[in-house]
Protein backbone atom coordinates (compact mmCIF):
# COMPACT_ATOMS: atom_id res chain seq x y z
CA UNK A 1 0.00 0.00 0.00
CA UNK A 2 1.02 3.62 -0.92
CA UNK A 3 2.21 5.27 2.55
CA UNK A 4 -0.26 8.22 2.38
CA UNK A 5 -3.23 5.55 1.25
CA UNK A 6 -3.18 3.88 5.00
CA UNK A 7 -6.11 4.42 7.24
CA UNK A 8 -3.87 5.66 10.00
CA UNK A 9 -1.67 7.71 8.22
CA UNK A 10 -4.82 9.32 7.01
CA UNK A 11 -6.63 9.43 10.33
CA UNK A 12 -3.23 11.44 11.44
CA UNK A 13 -3.59 14.64 8.68
CA UNK A 14 -7.23 14.64 8.99
CA UNK A 15 -6.52 15.37 12.93
CA UNK A 16 -3.61 17.70 12.20
CA UNK A 17 -6.28 19.37 9.69
CA UNK A 18 -8.81 19.77 11.93
CA UNK A 19 -6.67 21.41 14.64
CA UNK A 20 -5.39 23.96 12.55
CA UNK A 21 -9.02 24.70 11.63
CA UNK A 22 -9.38 25.44 14.85
CA UNK A 23 -7.30 27.76 14.89
CA UNK A 24 -5.19 26.15 17.47
CA UNK A 25 -1.72 26.27 15.50
CA UNK A 26 -0.27 29.31 14.69
CA UNK A 27 3.14 29.16 12.58
CA UNK A 28 4.97 25.83 13.76
CA UNK A 29 3.02 25.70 17.13
CA UNK A 30 1.51 22.02 18.43
CA UNK A 31 2.32 18.75 17.52
CA UNK A 32 0.93 15.42 17.34
CA UNK A 33 2.15 11.88 17.40
CA UNK A 34 0.18 8.23 16.87
CA UNK A 35 1.77 4.88 18.24
CA UNK A 36 1.48 2.78 14.92
CA UNK A 37 -0.02 -0.85 15.64
CA UNK A 38 2.24 -3.79 14.68
CA UNK A 39 -0.50 -4.60 11.81
CA UNK A 40 -0.14 -1.25 10.67
CA UNK A 41 3.88 -0.82 10.29
CA UNK A 42 3.54 -3.68 8.41
CA UNK A 43 1.25 -2.11 5.69
CA UNK A 44 3.30 0.44 4.61
CA UNK A 45 6.98 -0.92 5.58
CA UNK A 46 7.53 -1.34 1.53
CA UNK A 47 8.22 2.38 1.26
CA UNK A 48 10.35 3.27 4.62
CA UNK A 49 13.61 4.80 3.99
CA UNK A 50 15.89 4.52 6.81
CA UNK A 51 18.18 7.14 8.20
CA UNK A 52 20.80 6.98 10.68
CA UNK A 53 20.03 7.01 14.60
CA UNK A 54 19.48 9.56 16.91
CA UNK A 55 19.51 10.11 20.36
CA UNK A 56 15.84 10.93 21.67
CA UNK A 57 16.83 12.91 24.45
CA UNK A 58 15.42 10.88 26.99
CA UNK A 59 14.72 7.37 28.00
CA UNK A 60 11.89 5.13 27.04
CA UNK A 61 12.69 1.82 27.59
CA UNK A 62 8.90 0.52 27.45
CA UNK A 63 8.59 1.43 24.19
CA UNK A 64 11.83 0.06 22.53
CA UNK A 65 11.27 -0.89 18.99
CA UNK A 66 7.65 0.67 18.57
CA UNK A 67 7.38 2.76 15.81
CA UNK A 68 5.63 6.33 15.74
CA UNK A 69 3.80 8.86 13.09
CA UNK A 70 4.87 12.23 14.37
CA UNK A 71 4.90 16.01 13.06
CA UNK A 72 8.36 17.45 11.96
CA UNK A 73 10.04 19.79 14.24
CA UNK A 74 9.40 23.86 12.84
CA UNK A 75 7.00 22.39 9.92
CA UNK A 76 3.35 24.05 9.55
CA UNK A 77 -0.05 22.40 10.97
CA UNK A 78 -1.62 24.48 7.68
CA UNK A 79 1.00 22.64 5.48
CA UNK A 80 0.10 18.46 6.57
CA UNK A 81 -2.55 17.94 4.64
CA UNK A 82 -0.89 20.10 1.32
CA UNK A 83 2.04 18.08 1.84
CA UNK A 84 2.15 15.48 4.45
CA UNK A 85 5.71 14.04 3.25
CA UNK A 86 7.51 17.28 4.09
CA UNK A 87 5.67 17.85 6.70
CA UNK A 88 5.31 14.53 8.79
CA UNK A 89 7.62 11.60 9.40
CA UNK A 90 7.48 7.99 10.72
CA UNK A 91 9.96 7.09 13.28
CA UNK A 92 11.59 3.41 14.55
CA UNK A 93 12.91 3.35 18.17
CA UNK A 94 16.08 1.14 18.95
CA UNK A 95 15.79 -1.63 21.23
CA UNK A 96 16.93 0.33 24.10
CA UNK A 97 14.19 3.03 23.52
CA UNK A 98 17.53 5.19 23.73
CA UNK A 99 17.56 6.42 19.79
CA UNK A 100 15.07 7.00 17.02
CA UNK A 101 15.40 7.03 13.23
CA UNK A 102 13.41 7.77 10.52
CA UNK A 103 12.39 5.40 8.28
CA UNK A 104 9.25 7.69 6.29
CA UNK A 105 8.72 11.34 5.47
CA UNK A 106 10.62 14.72 6.26
CA UNK A 107 11.76 14.30 2.83
CA UNK A 108 13.35 17.62 2.91
CA UNK A 109 15.11 17.40 5.68
CA UNK A 110 13.95 17.83 9.67
CA UNK A 111 13.81 16.06 12.86
CA UNK A 112 10.70 14.75 14.68
CA UNK A 113 8.77 17.66 16.54
CA UNK A 114 10.54 19.76 19.21
CA UNK A 115 8.46 18.35 21.72
CA UNK A 116 9.67 14.76 21.26
CA UNK A 117 10.61 13.63 24.69
CA UNK A 118 7.32 14.80 26.16
CA UNK A 119 5.79 13.18 23.61
CA UNK A 120 7.78 9.88 23.97
CA UNK A 121 7.25 10.07 27.83
CA UNK A 122 3.75 10.41 27.82
CA UNK A 123 3.30 7.55 25.22
CA UNK A 124 5.05 5.33 27.83
CA UNK A 125 3.06 6.45 30.42
CA UNK A 126 0.12 5.45 28.83
CA UNK A 127 1.35 2.53 27.41
CA UNK A 128 1.89 1.33 31.06
CA UNK A 129 -1.31 2.71 32.59
CA UNK A 130 -4.18 1.97 30.32
CA UNK A 131 -2.34 -1.72 29.38
CA UNK A 132 -1.19 0.12 25.74
CA UNK A 133 -5.05 1.16 24.46
CA UNK A 134 -3.57 4.64 24.11
CA UNK A 135 -1.88 5.59 21.18
CA UNK A 136 -2.28 9.43 20.79
CA UNK A 137 -0.52 12.55 22.17
CA UNK A 138 -1.47 15.67 20.94
CA UNK A 139 -0.01 19.11 21.82
CA UNK A 140 -2.14 22.80 20.62
CA UNK A 141 -2.11 26.16 21.42
CA UNK A 142 -5.78 26.25 22.91
CA UNK A 143 -6.27 29.90 23.02
CA UNK A 144 -9.06 30.39 25.78
CA UNK A 145 -6.85 27.69 28.47
CA UNK A 146 -3.78 29.68 27.67
CA UNK A 147 -5.34 32.60 29.06
CA UNK A 148 -7.19 31.29 31.80
CA UNK A 149 -3.43 30.29 32.76
CA UNK A 150 -2.82 34.00 33.75
CA UNK A 151 -5.69 34.48 35.66
CA UNK A 152 -6.56 31.30 37.62
CA UNK A 153 -4.24 29.65 40.62
CA UNK A 154 -2.20 27.18 38.86
CA UNK A 155 -3.27 24.24 40.54
CA UNK A 156 -5.04 20.86 39.56
CA UNK A 157 -7.86 21.58 41.87
CA UNK A 158 -9.01 24.76 40.49
CA UNK A 159 -8.48 23.83 36.76
CA UNK A 160 -10.60 20.82 37.00
CA UNK A 161 -13.36 22.25 38.97
CA UNK A 162 -13.84 25.11 36.80
CA UNK A 163 -13.72 23.82 33.55
CA UNK A 164 -16.02 21.15 34.91
CA UNK A 165 -18.55 23.38 36.33
CA UNK A 166 -18.70 25.34 32.64
CA UNK A 167 -20.42 22.41 30.69
CA UNK A 168 -21.89 19.26 32.04
CA UNK A 169 -20.40 16.89 29.41
CA UNK A 170 -16.57 17.88 31.21
CA UNK A 171 -16.57 15.10 34.43
CA UNK A 172 -18.19 12.71 32.07
CA UNK A 173 -15.45 13.69 28.97
CA UNK A 174 -12.44 13.45 32.12
CA UNK A 175 -13.52 12.24 34.93
CA UNK A 176 -9.80 11.64 36.12
CA UNK A 177 -9.78 15.69 35.82
CA UNK A 178 -6.47 17.80 34.61
CA UNK A 179 -3.05 18.30 35.41
CA UNK A 180 -1.04 21.71 35.45
CA UNK A 181 2.53 22.20 34.73
CA UNK A 182 4.04 25.62 36.16
CA UNK A 183 6.00 27.70 33.84
CA UNK A 184 8.53 25.68 32.02
CA UNK A 185 11.59 25.78 29.02
CA UNK A 186 9.44 23.84 26.45
CA UNK A 187 11.04 21.52 24.08
CA UNK A 188 13.43 19.62 26.76
CA UNK A 189 13.34 16.49 29.20
CA UNK A 190 12.76 18.32 32.09
CA UNK A 191 8.94 19.78 31.28
CA UNK A 192 8.66 16.03 29.53
CA UNK A 193 9.01 14.58 33.22
CA UNK A 194 6.55 16.49 34.88
CA UNK A 195 4.22 16.41 32.04
CA UNK A 196 4.68 12.36 32.39
CA UNK A 197 4.00 12.18 35.83
CA UNK A 198 0.77 14.16 35.27
CA UNK A 199 0.17 11.57 32.53
CA UNK A 200 -0.17 8.57 35.39
CA UNK A 201 -3.64 10.77 36.83
CA UNK A 202 -4.92 12.48 33.86
CA UNK A 203 -5.81 12.50 30.32
CA UNK A 204 -5.36 16.31 30.03
CA UNK A 205 -2.10 18.16 31.01
CA UNK A 206 -1.96 22.32 31.48
CA UNK A 207 1.56 24.12 30.31
CA UNK A 208 1.38 27.51 31.63
CA UNK A 209 1.07 30.40 29.55
CA UNK A 210 1.75 27.84 26.73
CA UNK A 211 -0.73 25.15 25.68
CA UNK A 212 -2.30 22.03 26.37
CA UNK A 213 -1.48 18.33 26.03
CA UNK A 214 -4.15 15.77 25.91
CA UNK A 215 -3.70 11.62 25.42
CA UNK A 216 -6.15 9.24 24.13
CA UNK A 217 -7.50 6.11 22.59
CA UNK A 218 -7.50 7.06 19.21
CA UNK A 219 -7.49 10.45 16.82
CA UNK A 220 -11.31 11.11 17.33
CA UNK A 221 -11.33 10.49 21.41
CA UNK A 222 -8.14 12.47 21.79
CA UNK A 223 -9.15 15.82 19.49
CA UNK A 224 -12.85 15.76 20.96
CA UNK A 225 -10.90 15.76 24.38
CA UNK A 226 -8.78 18.83 23.42
CA UNK A 227 -11.77 20.41 21.95
CA UNK A 228 -14.41 19.76 25.10
CA UNK A 229 -11.50 21.11 27.59
CA UNK A 230 -11.15 24.24 25.02
CA UNK A 231 -14.80 24.86 24.69
CA UNK A 232 -15.26 24.83 28.18
CA UNK A 233 -11.87 27.38 28.65
CA UNK A 234 -13.99 29.46 26.14
CA UNK A 235 -16.88 29.33 27.91
CA UNK A 236 -15.35 30.21 31.79
CA UNK A 237 -13.53 32.91 29.77
CA UNK A 238 -16.96 34.26 28.11
CA UNK A 239 -18.30 34.03 31.71
CA UNK A 240 -15.10 35.82 33.38
CA UNK A 241 -15.66 38.72 30.99
CA UNK A 242 -19.15 39.28 31.49
CA UNK A 243 -18.93 39.05 35.23
CA UNK A 244 -16.51 38.02 37.57
CA UNK A 245 -18.79 36.16 40.00
CA UNK A 246 -21.30 33.22 38.85
CA UNK A 247 -25.01 33.89 39.79
CA UNK A 248 -25.32 29.62 39.96
CA UNK A 249 -23.43 27.04 38.94
CA UNK A 250 -23.34 22.97 39.03
CA UNK A 251 -22.58 22.34 42.63
CA UNK A 252 -20.53 19.48 44.23
CA UNK A 253 -23.99 17.30 45.34
CA UNK A 254 -24.92 17.80 41.31
CA UNK A 255 -21.66 16.52 40.06
CA UNK A 256 -21.98 13.76 42.65
CA UNK A 257 -25.52 12.85 41.13
CA UNK A 258 -24.25 13.42 37.52
CA UNK A 259 -21.52 10.84 38.41
CA UNK A 260 -24.12 8.24 39.94
CA UNK A 261 -25.90 7.95 36.69
CA UNK A 262 -23.11 8.18 33.95
CA UNK A 263 -21.39 5.89 35.94
CA UNK A 264 -18.00 7.71 36.43
CA UNK A 265 -16.27 8.36 38.98
CA UNK A 266 -14.87 11.94 40.20
CA UNK A 267 -12.53 12.42 42.88
CA UNK A 268 -13.48 14.39 45.96
CA UNK A 269 -10.76 16.45 46.33
CA UNK A 270 -12.31 18.33 43.22
CA UNK A 271 -16.04 18.59 44.95
CA UNK A 272 -14.58 20.43 47.54
CA UNK A 273 -16.68 23.61 48.96
CA UNK A 274 -15.76 26.87 47.81
CA UNK A 275 -15.28 30.00 50.00
CA UNK A 276 -17.86 32.37 50.02
O1 LIG B 1 6.43 24.82 17.98
O2 LIG B 1 4.38 23.97 20.06
O3 LIG B 1 5.91 23.55 22.14
C1 LIG B 1 6.03 23.61 18.48
C2 LIG B 1 5.55 23.79 19.84
C3 LIG B 1 6.52 23.75 20.93
ZN1 LIG C 1 3.82 24.43 22.04
Not at 17 to 28: A, F, K, M, T, V
Request: net charge negative; charged share 25%.
Amino acid sequence: MQFLEAEFVQGFIRMANDGWEQGWHERNGGNLSYRVKPEEVEEVRESFVEKEWQSIGTTVPDLAGEFFLVTGSGKYFRNVILKPEDSICMIELDNKGENYRIVWGLVNGGRPTSELPSHLMNHEVKKQVTNGKYRVVYHAHTTNLIALTFVLPLNDETFTRELWEMATECPVVFPAGVGVVPWMVPGGREIAVETSKLMKEYDVAVWAHHGLFATGEDFDLTFGLMHTVEKSAEILVKMLSMQPQKRQTITPDMFRNLAKDFKVILPEKFLFEKEK
